[in-house]
């Protein structure tokens, strides 16, 4: 009943903002994005902090809010709804949420991927995936937790079918794990980074095992873009700006580090951690390199496969092909008349060439 009361929701937010937001108006000058806290995604709110998102945004005469938001989901339900012209968002949930409910969305930058920062957790030593067998598991029901909870079950030869899942806010996430009731959980971090260091907790499986399939973006409005492109050179050259200086070995990186640890309610030694089970792109070139890899598509049918078989693409949804998505060379799956998400890497490309 949740997931059809969040599809029903979402479409008909979609439906009655497209015509009226001004989020989708051409010819403006001040634009806003949202994002929340994620090791990934710390970086927007240091790159407001620090001006550096402001100074891109004079540069092409605009004005850009990066707005944090304490609710994962509820940030992107804001984005479909016309709330922000952009947001930070996984891969599945850019299919499932604005693209499924209408909302023609372009993955502006594909930042990074999972590789160890989403797992599956289970209360006692030496546990294994099969010891979930007939127990409840706790996650975001329908997100990326839910795709690896899936990944992790077939590398078992187990399915959904062998337990229940519990749908689990991430604000409430670590709360519930920390009493006996709940045995097991599935997040990303930096719950999990917390949650993994009680005492007799188990990570039976964790996103490096399948590389490259959970991917973190800032996702912004199709239309917003192709008729403002000022609010991309802007987001990308910002964003290309704060990551070169996490990577440096400067005081001033460090300082950056630790103000986005603290924001993120951990330290500096726990904050790289969870950078360092983060395959984050810092050079436009390695942005570029793997959006325009030719498994893109493969991913993402995939993912388009779980999400349809979870009755994600929308109540209409005969397949998998549901939603066409486009990628780099003017490749297309799913269905070329609705194409609603767009792996468009023009921005990434002036980026790694030296034009924004």
Excluded at 45 to 71: F, R
Excluded at 311 to 319: I, P, R, T, V
Aim: net charge neutral; with cysteine; hydrophobic share 45%.
């Amino acid at each position: 009943m949740l997931k059809l009361v969040r599809c029903l929701c979402i479409a008909a937010i979609s439906l009655a903002t497209l015509a009226t937001s001004p989020a989708f108006a051409a010819g403006r000058t001040d634009f806003k994005v949202c994002w929340t806290i994620y090791a990934g995604w710390m970086p927007w709110g240091q790159a407001k902090t620090q001006g550096i998102v402001s100074k891109w945004a004079k540069k092409y005469g605009i004005h850009v809010d990066v707005v944090q938001l304490n609710d994962y989901v509820e940030s992107i339900n804001q984005y479909t709804a016309g709330k922000f012209d952009g947001c930070a968002m996984t891969n599945m949930d850019a299919l499932t949420i604005p693209a499924s409910g209408g909302v023609d969305s372009t993955a502006l930058i594909v930042s990074d991927y999972s590789n160890g920062n989403d797992g599956v957790l289970i209360k006692g030593n030496g546990k294994r995936i099969v010891d979930l067998k007939g127990q409840q598991v706790n996650l975001v029901q329908f997100s990326v937790s839910h795709y690896l909870l899936a990944r992790a079950l077939e590398s078992a030869h187990m399915s959904e079918r062998d337990l229940k899942v519990v749908n689990t806010s991430d604000a409430d996430i670590s709360g519930a794990f920390a009493t006996p009731a709940v045995q097991n959980a599935v997040t990303w971090n930096p719950m999990l980074a917390d949650l993994k260091a009680h005492p007799n907790v188990t990570e039976v499986f964790d996103s490096s095992k399948i590389p490259g399939e959970i991917m973190d973006m800032m996702v912004v409005n199709t239309k917003t873009l192709q008729e403002n492109p000022a609010l991309g050179k802007a987001l990308t050259g910002a964003w290309f700006e704060m990551v070169a200086l996490m990577h440096g070995n400067s005081a001033a990186s460090t300082d950056a580090l630790t103000a986005m640890a603290k924001a993120s309610g951990t330290d500096l030694a726990n904050f790289k951690g969870q950078l360092a089970t983060t395959a984050l792109f810092y050079s436009p070139q390695a942005a570029l390199d793997f959006v325009t890899n030719p498994d893109m598509p493969k991913i993402m049918a995939r993912v388009a496969k779980f999400s349809f078989d979870h009755g994600l693409l929308g109540q209409d949804a005969k397949s998998a092909d549901a939603v066409g998505m486009a990628f780099d060379k003017g490749v297309v799956i799913g269905n070329r008349n609705n194409v609603k998400l767009r792996f468009d890497p023009s921005y990434v490309a002036m980026a790694a060439a030296g034009k924004l």
